[in-house]
C-alpha cells in the first residue's frame, strides 16, 4: 500500500476525472449510434485516433490550437457522415451483427491508412504554451491542460443537453434512442436522423482524440485499447442509455485511476471485472433498457 | 454440376479427406496446409456457435488459449509422455472454460453477451499473462516437445512437416465428422431453430438455454483442440493466444468463408491464410487489405465464399 | 489404407516435398538469409532501419563476391509484433523460399517462437532482439546466435554510470512485461549493491500510455533520478506527462535506452537532458573508421545514417557471412563451429566477440544524454556521447547463471 495521503489521493481522483471525461465523450458517441441505430460502431476508436492525427496536423499548417480543437471534431464527423451513407445504410435490413462487422474491417483500414499518410512512427505535440504548465489547487500541482480537458468536455456535454433537451431534432433522437420503430412509424425520416446521428457520434470522438493527444501524443494503435474500454463503459452504463454513458464513463474513469493506484496491476483488468459484475447483476447495464440490445 | 454439389452436400465428410489430402501440394508450402486445417477447425467451432446458433461471441480465444495452454503445458511442464494425453488435457481445459464461461455469459443476450464473452477471455488474458511460472507469461510457454505418434509396434515421429500434417488432418477430420453428427442430430435442428427465431424455439418447447450451453461448449471443444494442435505446431504457445484479436481473426475467416456452412469455415481460413501469406512480401498493409476485403465482404457477399458458390449452384 | 502404405506414402511425400530443399542446400543458387521483422505495427520506424542495416550487410557482402561465390539475398517477412505470425513467416521462409540462415526478430516474444522453427528446421538464428532469456537455457541452442544488447547487460552499465554520475535515490517507472521487469529487477539491484535507495518500483501496463495517476506519489518522494523503462510510444508520452507535471526540473532522468527513432520523433525540447544507453550512434564514425564506412553506406543509399536496431541486422547478417566463409559450408551446426572457434570480429564499432558458452554477442556501449533545442546538429545528431562502457563479460549473467555447466 502506498502512503495515502490526502493530497495524493486528491490528485488520484483528478486524474481519474480527466479519465472519465474522454470516457464519457466516447461513450456518448457509441451509445447514441447504438441507441437509435442498433449498430455497434466498431471504428469508434478509429475516429478517435483520426482527431488526434487531424488535430495535429491542423495545428501544426494553422499554427492555432483552438482551430484543431473546432475544425478536428467536424473533420472527422464529416467521415463519420460518408461512413453512414455510404457504407453502413447500405445494411439497413440486414441482421445486427453485419454493421458491427462492417465497422471492425472499417477499423482496420481506418488505422493502416492513417499509418501510410502519417507515418509509422506517430506524432507529438505539446499543448499551447498558455496551457502548458501546472496550476497549483492547493493540496497538489495538477497540469493546466488536464483542467482545461475536464472544463471543454463540460461545456460540450452541456451543449449536448441543451441540443438533445431543447430542440426538435435532439426530441426525434431521444425518441429515437428509446423506440426507434414507433418514431419511423410516426413518420420521420430516419435516415436523415441516422446520418445526423452518426457524425455527431464520430465528431465526439474526435473531440476525444485532439483532446487526448497532447497528454499521450498520437499513434496509430491509440485507439484499439480505447475502443475496448468504450465499450465496457457503454454496456456498464446500458447500451441506449446517454445517462448512463455520463455516469458509467465518469465512475468507471475513477475505478482506473484509483485501482492504478493501489493495485497497478490490477488497473487492466478492473474494468473488464467491473463489466462482468455489473452486467450479472443488472441486465442491461445500469441505466439501459431490456429488450434493446437483442 | 448440381449433381456434384449434391453429392458433396451428402458426403461432407469424404470431400473433406479427399481435398485435405492432397492440400500441401496445392499451397506453397506445407504448414501453410497445416495452419489452414488449424484455423479452419477454430472457425469451425465459432461457425457452430454463430453461423449455426446464431450467438455472436467475442471470447473465442479464450478456449483457443485454454487448448493450447493446457497441451503444451502438459509436455511442456508437466511432462507428460503421450501425445493423446497431452491433447485430451488441453480439452479438458477448453471443456471447463466453455462450460464455467458459458454458463455466465449465457445469461444474457445479444451485445452483452458478447461483451461478456469478451470480458472472460480477458480475464484469461491477464491470468496468463501474470501467471508466468506455468505460462511463460509474455514471453510465451517455451519447451514444448512433441512426442511421436505411437501407435502398437509403430512409433512415427511427427517432426518433419509433412508428417505432421497428415496427423493434424486425421485429428481435424474426426472432429469434422464429429461435427456433422451434431448438425444431423436432433440437437442439431434445434440449433437452427434458435438461430432463426429463439422465441419461437422456446414456444416450441424446446429447453433452449440448455441446447445454447452445449453448443457453447461443442464451440469452445473444437477451439480447444484446434489451440492444442497449434501448440503442438508451433512448439511455443504466445500469450497472443488469448487476446481478442485472435478472436477477431477467426470471425473474419468465418465471415469470409460463409458463415452457417458447413465449408466455410475452411474456405475463409484458407482464403485468408493464403491471401496474408502472399501479400505479405508484397505490402506491409496487410492490415489495409483484410480490411477493405472483410468490408467487401460483409457489403457485397455476405454468405462468404464458400455460401455464395453453394447458394448459386443450388439455383438460389 | 494399411498402416504400411500410409508410412510408405508419408516418407515418399517428405521426400518429394524437402528435394528442392536439399538440392538448394547443397551448394548451387543464391544463398538465402531470411529476416522476419515487424513492418507493420507500434515499431515499425525500428523495423525499417533493421530492414536498411540488413539490405547495406548484404551489399557489402556481395560487393565481396558474395558467400562461397554465391550471390546473397535477403528476404523480409512482416512478422506483425505477434509470435504466430513471426513462426509462421519464419516456417515459409525456410520451407517454401529455402533459406539457408534466418537474422531478426525485433520483439523478444516474437524471437522466441521464430527460434523455435528455427531450432527444429536446423537453421542458423541470429536474434536482433533484446532478450535475456534467448541466450539462456532452456530456449538457447548451439545454432541461436544472439547479437543484440540484453537487459542485463544493459541495466548494469546504465545503472552503475547513473550510481557514479547523476545519484543514488531512484524511483522506477517499467513496463510490466519481460523486458520491462527484466531491466526493473537488474535496475534494482546494481542500486542496492552499489549502496543506493529504491524509493519506490512502479509497474505500468505495457502500451497504456497514462501515467499521471503515478506521478504525483514520485513526485512527492523527491528521488534524485526516475529511471524510465518504458518502451516505444510509452517513451514519449511519459516523458511528456512528467514534464507537464513539472518534474523535470526536480529530478535527473535515465533509461537503459535512447532509441535514435524516438528521440527524431519526441524532439530536442523533450529529450533535453534525458540520459540513456545506446549500442551504436552515427557520430560514432568521427571516433572509428569503421563506423564511417558504415554511416557513408547508409548515407548514400537511404540519405539517413544508420540506426541502432539497423546496426544490428547489419553486423548479423556480416557475421553470418563470415561464419558461412569460414565452415565452407551453409550448415548450421558448422557455421556455429566456426564462429565459435573465431569468435572475434570488429566491423563497424570495435572489437565484439561471440562467447563460446552461449553464443552471446559482447560489444561496446555508450552512454548518451540528449540534446537540447538549438544543440541538435542537422536532422540526426540528436544527442551528446558522455561515456563509453567498453564490452566486458561481467556485465551478462555467467554461463552458470544460464544454466551451463
Known amino acids: ?294 | 454440376m448440381r449433381g456434384v454439389a449434391t453429392w458433396v452436400g451428402r458426403h461432407p465428410v469424404l470431400c473433406f479427406f479427399v481435398v485435405f489430402a492432397i492440400f500441401p501440394w496445392v499451397v506453397p508450402y506445407t504448414s501453410l496446409a497445416t495452419q489452414v486445417l488449424i484455423y479452419g477447425l477454430f472457425a469451425l467451432g465459432f461457425n457452430l456457435l454463430y453461423g449455426y446458433t446464431g450467438l455472436l461471441s467475442f471470447g473465442s480465444a479464450a478456449y483457443w488459449g485454454l487448448g493450447a495452454y493446457g497441451t503444451g503445458i502438459a509436455l511442456a511442464k508437466l511432462k507428460v509422455g503421450s501425445l493423446w494425453v497431452a491433447l485430451g488435457l488441453g480439452l479438458g481445459a477448453a471443456l471447463v472454460g466453455g462450460a464455467v464461461f458459458g454458463f455466465f455469459c449465457l445469461r444474457r443476450r445479444g451485445i452483452y453477451f458478447a461483451m461478456l464473452t469478451l470480458a472472460f477471455a480477458q480475464l484469461l488474458y491477464f491470468v496468463g499473462f501474470h501467471l508466468a511460472e506455468w505460462t511463460g507469461g509474455d514471453d510465451g510457454l517455451r519447451g514444448i516437445t512433441v512426442p511421436p505418434l505411437t501407435f502398437p509396434g509403430l512409433s512415427i515421429p511427427l517432426g518433419r512437416s509433412v508428417a505432421f500434417y497428415y496427423f493434424a488432418l486425421v485429428v481435424v477430420g474426426l472432429a469434422v465428422a464429429a461435427l456433422k453428427r451434431i448438425l444431423d442430430s436432433p440437437f442439431g435442428a434445434v440449433l437452427q431453430a434458435i438461430r432463426e427465431n429463439a422465441d419461437r424455439a422456446t414456444a416450441c418447447g424446446y429447453d433452449i438455454s440448455r441446447v445454447k450451453h452445449l453448443s457453447f461448449v461443442f464451440s469452445a471443444l473444437f477451439a480447444g483442440l484446434a489451440g492444442g494442435l497449434d501448440a503442438l505446431r508451433l512448439t511455443v504457445v504466445p500469450i497472443e493466444s488469448l487476446h481478442w484479436s485472435t478472436s477477431g481473426q477467426v470471425v473474419i475467416m468465418t465471415l469470409l468463408g460463409g458463415a452457417g456452412t458447413f465449408f466455410g469455415p475452411f474456405v475463409g481460413a484458407a482464403a485468408y491464410l493464403v491471401l496474408e501469406d502472399s501479400i505479405s512480401f508484397l505490402t506491409e498493409s496487410w492490415p489495409l487489405v483484410i480490411g477493405a476485403v472483410f468490408i467487401v465482404f460483409v457489403l457485397f457477399l455476405p454468405r462468404g465464399i464458400w455460401g455464395t458458390l453453394t447458394a448459386g449452384l443450388r439455383g438460389r | 489404407m494399411h498402416r504400411r502404405t500410409f508410412v510408405k506414402t508419408a516418407a515418399a511425400a517428405a521426400v518429394t516435398f524437402s528435394l528442392p530443399g536439399i538440392l538448394r542446400a547443397q551448394g548451387t543458387g543464391p544463398v538465402r538469409i531470411g529476416m522476419p521483422l515487424p513492418l507493420t505495427g507500434p515499431f515499425a520506424a525500428l523495423a525499417k532501419d533493421m530492414q536498411q542495416g540488413a539490405t547495406l550487410g548484404v551489399d557489402e557482402v556481395n560487393a565481396k563476391g558474395g558467400i562461397l561465390g554465391r550471390k546473397v539475398e535477403v528476404l523480409f517477412r512482416d512478422d506483425q509484433l505477434k509470435p504466430q505470425v513471426g513462426a509462421q513467416r519464419t516456417q515459409e521462409l525456410i520451407e517454401k523460399e529455402g533459406c539457408q540462415f534466418i537474422v531478426g526478430g525485433l520483439a523478444a516474444h516474437v524471437q522466441m517462437a521464430i527460434n523455435e522453427q528455427t531450432k527444429k528446421a536446423k537453421v542458423l538464428y541470429v536474434s536482433t532482439s533484446q532478450s535475456d532469456e534467448i541466450s539462456a537455457k532452456p530456449d538457447t541452442s548451439p545454432i541461436t546466435f544472439h547479437e543484440a544488447l540484453n537487459p542485463t547487460i544493459t541495466s548494469r552499465t546504465v545503472g552503475k554510470w547513473v550510481m557514479e554520475n547523476l545519484g543514488k535515490k531512484w524511483w522506477i517507472v517499467y513496463a510490466d512485461y519481460a523486458w520491462g521487469k527484466q531491466n526493473n529487477a537488474v535496475l534494482a539491484e546494481v542500486n542496492k549493491k552499489m549502496g543506493g535507495t529504491l524509493l519506490g518500483s512502479t509497474p505500468y501496463p505495457l502500451g497504456s500510455a497514462e501515467f499521471s495517476a503515478h506521478l504525483p506519489k514520485i513526485q512527492a518522494a523527491r528521488p534524485e533520478v526516475l529511471v524510465s523503462v518504458t518502451p516505444g510510444a510509452d517513451n514519449i508520452a511519459f516523458l511528456k506527462q512528467v514534464g507537464s507535471f513539472g518534474m523535470r526540473a526536480q529530478m535527473k532522468v535515465a533509461q537503459p535506452l535512447l532509441w535514435i527513432s524516438y528521440l527524431k520523433e519526441g524532439g530536442p525540447e523533450l529529450y533535453d537532458g534525458i540520459y540513456g544507453g545506446m549500442n551504436w550512434y552515427w557520430e560514432l564514425q568521427d571516433t572509428i573508421p569503421t563506423a564511417r564506412k558504415f554511416v557513408e553506406a547508409s548515407m548514400k543509399k537511404f540519405s539517413m545514417p544508420p540506426g541502432d536496431y539497423g546496426a544490428y541486422s547489419y553486423s548479423g547478417v556480416l557475421e553470418v557471412a563470415r561464419g558461412a566463409e569460414l565452415a565452407k559450408s551453409t550448415d548450421a551446426d558448422k557455421v556455429a563451429d566456426a564462429l565459435r572457434k573465431n569468435p572475434q570480429y570488429d566491423h563497424f564499432k570495435g572489437k565484439q566477440w561471440w562467447r563460446a558458452c552461449d553464443n552471446k554477442s559482447f560489444q561496446d556501449m555508450w552512454i548518451m544524454k540528449g540534446r537540447g533545442p538549438g544543440k541538435t546538429k542537422g536532422e540526426w545528431g540528436l544527442a551528446d556521447i558522455v561515456a563509453k562502457v567498453p564490452a566486458n563479460e561481467e556485465l551478462d549473467r555467467t554461463c552458470a547463471e544460464k544454466g551451463f555447466a
Open chain 1, 1 to 294: 500500500m502506498p502512503d495515502v495521503s490526502l493530497a495524493a489521493l486528491a490528485a488520484q481522483i483528478f486524474t481519474g476525472l480527466v479519465l472519465g471525461m474522454i470516457f464519457v465523450l466516447l461513450a456518448i458517441g457509441l451509445s447514441l449510434i447504438f441507441g437509435l441505430m442498433t449498430v455497434v460502431n466498431f471504428s469508434h476508436g478509429a475516429l478517435y485516433m483520426l482527431g488526434a492525427y487531424v488535430g495535429f496536423t491542423l495545428l501544426r499548417f494553422t499554427g492555432s490550437f483552438a482551430a484543431a480543437l473546432v475544425l478536428a471534431p467536424l473533420l472527422v464527423g464529416t467521415l463519420g457522415l460518408l461512413v453512414e451513407r455510404f457504407l453502413i445504410r447500405r445494411l439497413y435490413g440486414r441482421g445486427p451483427d453485419d454493421p458491427l462487422l462492417l465497422t471492425f474491417g472499417l477499423s482496420l483500414v481506418v488505422v493502416e491508412t492513417a499509418r501510410l499518410i502519417w507515418g509509422k512512427i506517430g506524432l507529438t505535440l505539446d499543448p499551447p504554451r498558455a496551457l502548458g504548465g501546472a496550476v497549483n489547487l492547493g493540496f497538489t500541482y495538477f497540469p493546466t491542460y488536464r483542467l482545461f480537458v475536464i472544463a471543454v468536455t463540460a461545456l460540450v456535454l452541456v451543449g449536448l443537453w441543451l441540443f438533445l433537451e431543447k430542440t426538435n431534432v435532439g426530441l426525434v433522437i431521444r425518441a429515437g434512442s428509446r423506440d426507434p420503430l414507433m418514431v419511423r412509424a410516426l413518420g420521420f425520416d430516419v435516415g436523415r436522423i441516422w446520418f445526423l446521428v452518426f457524425g455527431i457520434g464520430s465528431g465526439l470522438a474526435g473531440l476525444a482524440g485532439i483532446l487526448a493527444g497532447p497528454m499521450r501524443g498520437a499513434y496509430a494503435e491509440m485507439g484499439v485499447t480505447i475502443i475496448i474500454e468504450s465499450f465496457v463503459v457503454v454496456v456498464v452504463g446500458g447500451m441506449g442509455s446517454l445517462l448512463g454513458a455520463v455516469v458509467s464513463g465518469l465512475v468507471i474513469g475513477q475505478i482506473v485511476s484509483l485501482t492504478t493506484f493501489f493495485a497497478p496491476k490490477l488497473a487492466e483488468i478492473v474494468v473488464f471485472i467491473t463489466m462482468a459484475i455489473v452486467l450479472l447483476v443488472r441486465p442491461s447495464g445500469l441505466f439501459g433498457e431490456a429488450g434493446l440490445a437483442e
